[in-house]
Nanobody
Framework: QVQLVESGGGSVQAGGSLRLSCSAS????????MGWFRQVEGKEREGIAA?????????TYADSVKGRFTVSLDDGMNTLSLQMNNLTPEDTAMYYC???????????????????WGPGTQVTVSS
């Protein structure tokens, strides 16, 4: 059973930075592909960054965060990180990490492609 726990959320002013972490445990074959998602109440969960432990897997970003957010995965595949810079109020959301054993590149920002989820961490950006 894969377990994921996010941390690092909080409140920050616009233009500031935060670094989220996701601690992962459980069978490594079930978490070779990981992603960050965010959700605002009443809206669909949005995929913002994805990364995989595969030579054929490109790190992928949603247009809304490209150039501002950086996703990384440690060599042991135990910690997924998301460095968020130049935050805006539109980045306010609950942030979740997700994992799965295999995710096709065409679906790596789709929530439905991931089987395991963390409970989330809140990010609030004030103007």
């Amino acid at each position: 059973q894969v377990q994921l726990v996010e941390s690092g959320g909080g409140s920050v002013q616009a233009g500031g930075s935060l670094r989220l972490s996701c601690s992962a445990s459980g069978p490594i074959d079930n978490r070779r592909f990981m992603g960050w998602f965010r959700q605002v109440e009443g809206k669909e969960r949005e995929g913002i960054a994805a990364i995989g432990n595969s030579v054929n897997f490109r790190t992928t970003y949603a247009d809304s965060v490209k150039g501002r957010f950086t996703v990384s995965l440690d060599d042991g595949m135990n910690t997924l990180s998301l460095q968020m810079n130049n935050l805006t109020p539109e980045d306010t959301a609950m942030y979740y990490c997700a994992a799965d054993g295999w995710v096709p590149l065409s679906a790596n920002l789709r929530a439905s492609a991931y089987a395991s989820w963390g409970p989330g961490t809140q990010v609030t950006v004030s103007s």
